[in-house]
């Protein structure tokens, strides 16, 4: 039997999902998790039931999830060649994972989603029709436009927090979306393609970033969604996201010209300077120490402040556990007892009358704080 005919009874026993992979999927679906063992195959039966006619696949991209997110995907990928699974080992973050699931597809439109069911799957189709006509490059599931509701989804401190970060994406940036802050949204893959080199791989905003970085060349249609509760598994949204999201705002405001990690680990570092003060203000009068004692003793409660923060968001790319943890620490007061040296000095300086303390700590901890990012970097929280 000749070759052409083999071919040929291959592609008549092709199963339809085989085929439909085989001739390229119209649609890619990306879902970032961490965490969703239990969510993945219930969203995997819902894409099949919502995308019936549809040439579609989804690729789920877990961020090395302790629970086996990524092997429940790869159980389902070898039955269901519609599925793909990226398993990311030392990179973390939503942002990222976005950006690698849509530069591994061929589609001509991708969508991104999370996969805790709190998106509405039954609206791709409506999007994809969207795109599909010609007349928008960017349709964006919104709770803020009429019929849009944020539902059970979200808590009413949540609530009130999206509602903030909205406004303040809108002003500072000129964003023209009514939910800037939406994770589910699908897209034109070659207009990503031309803004990636630009978007940020940290942070969980990843259709701000592409949005503001398009400063208005993309045409967006909004659509009203629901968001529903999660039904397994927990939020990956901590409060430490509020920084990050600062972090990213700034970056844009200022052109990218500063980078999204300084800016995150300059934001620790305020909070940090908070830290300091605190706790200088607190060996002072109750302590009751000399100054410059105080002073380096406070530098140390910061520090300590400092590298918990910077670990668990700045580098949560190169996030630092068990053993790794410990010696990073001391690894950091090491790298930063130069700036303690700088900060203790110039502090010492400038303290002239015990009125003028916080005068005084702000200048030490400024000095300090270019060394410290620079140090940190390149020994702490060095690439592997």
């Given amino acids: 039997m000749s070759s052409e ?62 629970d086996g997110t990524s092997e429940a995907g790869r159980r389902i990928a070898r039955l269901d060649p519609r599925v793909r699974v990226i398993r990311r080992i030392g990179r973390r973050g939503l942002s990222g994972a976005c950006v690698e699931g849509i530069l591994a597809s061929s589609a001509s439109y991708v969508a ?66 009514s939910d800037p802050m939406s994770g589910f949204f699908m897209i034109r893959r070659d207009k990503v393609e031309e803004l990636t080199p630009q978007l940020s791989a940290q942070g969980f905003k990843i259709l701000l970033d592409i949005v503001s970085t398009a400063k208005g060349a993309l045409r967006i249609k909004e659509l009203p969604f629901t968001f529903r509760q999660r039904q397994h598994g927990e939020s990956k949204l901590d409060t430490l996201v509020t920084l990050d999201y600062f972090g990213l705002l700034l970056a844009k405001y200022f052109g990218d010209m500063i980078s999204v990690r300084f800016l995150m680990f300059g934001l620790v570092g305020a909070s940090g300077l908070v830290v300091h003060l605190i706790a200088l203000r607190i060996f002072l009068v109750a302590g009751a120490m000399e100054f410059n004692w105080a002073q380096t003793a406070a530098s140390f409660v910061a ?19 068990g053993i790794k943890t410990v010696i990073g620490l001391f690894t950091f007061y090491a790298v930063c007892s130069v700036g303690v040296l700088a900060n203790v000095g110039v502090a010492d300086l400038v303290y002239a009358k015990p009125e003028y303390w916080w005068l005084a700590g702000t200048a030490g901890a400024i000095m300090g704080a270019v060394w410290n990012y620079a140090a940190s970097s390149a020994l702490t929280w060095k690439k592997g």
């Fill in 5 to 66: 005919t083999l071919q040929s009874a291959d592609d008549v026993n092709a199963t339809p999902a085989r085929a439909a992979v085989k001739s390229g999927a119209e649609l890619s679906i990306v879902l970032p998790t961490f965490n969703e063992v239990q969510n993945v195959p219930i969203m995997v039966d819902l894409l099949h039931k919502t995308l019936e006619g549809v040439d579609w696949e989804v690729i789920v991209v877990d961020d090395n999830s302790p």
């Fill in 112 to 177: 991104v989603m999370d996969a805790d069911l709190q998106h509405d799957e039954s609206l791709l189709p409506e999007m994809l029709n969207e795109l599909r006509s010609g007349e928008a490059d960017l349709v964006v599931a919104s709770r803020k436009v009429e019929g849009g509701t944020i539902g059970e989804g979200l808590s009413k401190v949540r609530a009130w927090g999206s509602n903030l970060a909205n406004s303040m994406a809108q002003k500072l940036l000129n964003v023209t979306l």
């Fill in 303 to 321: 520090m300590t402040s400092n590298f918990f923060l910077n670990n668990q968001l700045t580098y949560r790319d190169r996030r630092l556990t």
